[in-house]
């Protein structure tokens, strides 16, 4: 069974960082993408990072310098060091992996910054 899991999120004040991760079971056609979303209570769910298969990496303007995304070479694993964390970065976050047929995506991880 193909599935893509995300974890490390959690609680954390303005300022401070989180690391997620992102791990898969099951066989996957080639992943070319792995990137990561969030969507944020009442808004629309938005790209935060992508990483193609060349490391090639873009970034949503709101997290450019304080998020970076990283892949575990030829697996399909990603990882996002989420710094200088505002509440506004408040939101589920979802890893997926994206093929020439598909997009997976994992069912998301809390990531709740506050005072």
């Known amino acids: 069974q193909i599935q893509l899991v995300e974890s490390g999120g959690g609680v954390v004040q303005p300022g401070g960082s989180l690391n997620l991760s992102c791990t898969s079971t099951g066989i996957f056609q080639r992943i070319n993408t792995m990137g990561w979303y969030r969507q944020a209570p009442g808004k629309q769910r938005e790209i935060v990072a992508q990483m193609t298969g060349a490391g090639e990496a873009n970034y949503a303007d709101s997290v450019k310098g304080r998020f970076t995304i990283s892949r575990a070479g030829a697996k399909v694993a990603a990882s996002l060091q989420m710094n200088s964390l505002k509440p506004e970065d408040s939101a589920d976050y979802y890893c997926?992996?994206?093929?020439?047929?598909?997009?997976?995506w994992g069912p998301g991880t809390q990531v709740t910054v506050s005072s």
């Open positions: 997926t992996a994206t093929s020439s047929a598909e997009t997976y």
